[in-house]
């Protein structure tokens, strides 16, 4: 028996002992040899594959043991140089930040563990139009309310900084201004606000975009853009519908449990934490009956008078503690995530649906910063794309759809705290 165990514990010990072997072996490569000051030998390239704003270099690497990684560099038009590397076990390498299409020249090295650079292998490469290029010609200005706003595309999703160069005459004269904005979603929209003083409400636009190379467009011009005017719609006449009223065959939210008011919602008071200014839905909102649930629910307005409605600011429920590092329910299953709006067209004598909006979930490092987002409210255009007003109604509805959990998919949104309307008042 005993002969038998030691046959079987040999060749385990050897197999420990060997990749114990290995293993140190493979470690010594990334030993420094300070007496080393033999560079490896070259990179030989075997191809490379044209990406946008660079290049995917294909290479062979030398047959040096205390090899480390390959390296790239190239240096700009302003002095810069920017180093790209891979461990010495891939066979491809990514150059990125090249600012046109036009022929560029990489340098490629083998680097070892020393420190010790080969002799450079220049690559010349042609690269595909960079991200920031695509991202300028897709850029586009448009008006808003008080506001103009710029839409572009990046669906390569590279960081970029877009530049934003208005003037304008206000008050105090001429006025030349720059907003910036980083982003790498593949689609963005990002608005300049508070424009409301500005004589003849027109302002002159030219954009910029930039990438994280120092690479920058020259400024392009975008023209003249002229600002739309709304106004905030009085809430003095505002009136609501009893629970479960049907209007239109749409049946009003029941928003009356626990400490909520339906009424509330419409006061121009804001719930900041431990006051109670809410509406509440108990779970049984779309009609106050357990039996029929909650969502999606309607929070139907009578304006008092006729409206041509512009925009919609929804403020969320917070709840709890008032302390201003402390989120509450802002942005989670308690609120409303999305929703639709409507309008009531007499001529049809039918709702019509004018959009729905998603409430961005706010991107900031905190719960202080998103305390101050939910404490601003959300504000959606009745018709983002193209800002205008709709037809002229006495009647505004709001379909709460959705809460935020899910993708917005949830259905437990029991709370709101304040609608509040832009538009103008019609004019017959």
Known sequence: MKRKTNILWFPAVFIVLLGMLNSCKEKDRYNINIEDSTPPGPVTLKHYKSLYGGARLFYNIPKDEDLLSVEAEYTNSQGKTFKFNASYFTDSLDVYGLPNTDMHTIQVYAVDRAGN???????????????????????????????FFVDWKNELKQDINVY?????????????????????????????????????????????????????????????????????????????????????????VFGNDFEGRTRYTIDGIINKGEDFNFMHTGGRGRTGKLADRNMPWNLMIDLGDYYELSRVVTH????????????GQYYRSENVGSYNMYYWDEDIDDWVLIGFHSIPIPLVPSDLDVVKAGEAGDMAYMYPDYPAFTKKTRWFRYEAVSDFLSNYTGTGANGLSEITLYGRKASN
Request: no cysteine.
């Open 117 to 147: 650079r080969s002799t450079p292998l220049a690559v010349n490469i042609e690269p595909l139009e960079p991200a920031y290029q695509r991202v300028a010609r897709s850029m586009e200005v448009r008006p808003g309310f008080g506001s």
């Open 164 to 252: 934003v160069d208005f003037e304008f005459t206000d008050n105090s004269g001429q006025r030349n201004v720059t907003s910036i904005f980083s982003s790498k979603a593949d689609a963005d929209r990002r608005f300049i606000h508070s424009l409301n003083d500005i004589a003849s409400n027109k302002v002159k636009v030219k954009v910029r975009v930039e990438d994280l190379y120092g690479n920058i467009t020259e400024p392009i011009e975008k023209g003249e853009v002229t600002l739309l005017r709304d106004e905030l719609v009085p809430k003095k006449m505002w009136k609501l519908p009893n629970p479960n009223d049907s209007i239109g065959g749409v049946p009003m």
């Open 316 to 327: 969320q429920r917070r709840y709890g503690s008032a302390s201003l590092g402390i989120r």
